[in-house]
């Protein structure tokens, strides 16, 4: 009821962007939840999807919601990622599979979720061995190390960097958990150094940044065309994002 139909002269064309690649693979901790469904704790919270490797008759059914935390009774909650008002409720993360008869593989298409859990229905007997989650980002290489004698300080840095491999699939973006994706520009002034060339984590092989020539410009007009409210990192990110993307596009002296 709410598509539009719409049309632009754009050529499409290939995406020049980093590629974007599986990489850490978990395989869950599974225990039966307080409500009596079965859980699945992979140990780290990732941006990615699951691989899924079950024997199976025709039609049974499984039933897959991922989330971040857990309730104060143990379940699996869904509430810190969905929209919910009297209009509209937003689709959360899950995924329905119908099992043909026999050997059945399954991984994510078209889809990417934030999570650490996953809450299963099925009447399948399913093992840890069957699903493996996967984490997905641009395949990035990290040129930054940092290691002290404060070993939370250590972990918070860990944190800085799995969170920005979790928020760089293809295109910068924020959120993977959540019912929208989008880059926000007070995110992304927190972080656009360390995303552009000689900053944490570079395009292997031909030194420029996360973000390819492409990509900048891009990124100009649309933080050009942006919020100017306020005085706040997403007020001011118009002003500040595109100080940043000028020095790093300017033509470099012979």
């Not at 810190?80 to 959360?92: E, F, G, M, R």
């Not at 940044?209 to 706040?232: E, F, N, R, S, T």
Request: hydrophobic letters at 40%; charged letters at 20%; proline letters at 5%.
């Amino acid at each position: 009821g709410r598509a539009k139909a719409t049309s632009h002269k754009v050529l499409p064309s290939a995406s020049n962007n980093v590629t974007v690649a599986e990489r850490e693979h978990f395989t869950p901790i599974l225990t039966k939840a307080p409500n009596g469904r079965m859980l699945l704790d992979f140990g780290q919270n990732i941006a990615g999807y699951i691989s899924l490797r079950v024997q199976a008759k025709k039609g049974q059914r499984l039933l897959f919601r991922f989330g971040e935390l857990l309730d104060q009774d143990g379940n699996l909650t869904q509430k810190n990622i969905q929209c919910s008002n009297k209009k509209v409720t937003t689709p959360l993360q899950k995924i329905e599979y119908v099992c043909q008869e026999g050997d059945n593989a399954y991984k994510t298409t078209f889809s990417v979720f934030g999570f650490r859990y996953a809450e299963v229905e099925t009447d399948l007997i399913l093992k840890p061995e069957n699903v493996t989650a996967i984490a997905v980002y641009s395949d990035l290489e990290q040129t930054g190390y940092f290691e002290s004698s404060n070993e939370l300080l250590n972990r918070f840095v860990d944190a800085v960097v799995w969170s920005a491999k979790g928020n760089s699939l293809d295109i910068p973006t924020d959120c993977p958990q959540r019912d929208e994706r989008l880059g926000w520009t007070g995110d992304a002034q927190v972080f656009i150094v360390d995303a552009l060339p000689g900053g944490l984590i570079h395009h292997p092989g031909d030194g420029r940044g996360a973000l390819p020539a492409q990509l900048l410009q891009i990124l100009a007009l649309i933080v050009l065309a942006g919020d100017h409210h306020g005085g706040d990192s997403v007020g001011s990110a118009s002003l500040v994002l595109h100080g940043h993307l000028g020095l790093a596009v300017r033509p470099q002296a012979p």
